[in-house]
């Protein structure tokens, strides 16, 4: 069952698939959208941007992160991710620790299949087949800010 109400999970979800539109995916072939619904009730879409040097190419995920804290935008309630695969997919190792720095760990991830509007229609399954998770959830034990302010050992 869906932390979020009806209509943030709808329109987060929408807004996932929309900024998908606009993923640039020349080298890859695999396009992705995220989108972020802020505490003030806000989204901040970001689509995948592929580079010829892999190494440049910049997930959904952290373009939706960077667009948000760069704005001003630091609490977060929670993230839609979706591609082109049918099946829910999940972020990569670099943006779960993006992402762990402003998300809370009870914040919500909604991991969307492409063909969820299709599983909706045909009642196969009501919650389209989105995958809902927590952000403690995607990166269990994780480092995040707070680790940084605990006491340090005694140095040799």
Known sequence: M?????????????????????????HSNFRVGAALLSIDGELIKGASIDNASHGATICAERTA???????GT??????AVVSDVAKPISPCGLCRQVLREFC????AVLLVPADYYQK????????????????????????????????RGLQA
């Open 2 to 26: 869906s932390t979020l109400p009806p209509f943030d999970r709808e329109d987060l979800i929408k807004a996932a698939f929309d900024a998908r539109e606009y993923a640039y995916s020349r």
């Open 65 to 71: 992160i960077v667009k948000a804290v760069s704005e």
């Open 74 to 79: 630091r609490k977060f309630v929670a993230l």
């Open 104 to 107: 809370a760990l009870d914040m």
């Open 120 to 151: 909706q229609l045909a009642e196969e399954n009501k919650d389209g087949g989105v995958l809902e998770i927590t952000m403690g959830e995607l990166l269990p034990h994780s480092f995040g800010p707070e680790d940084l302010e605990l006491p």
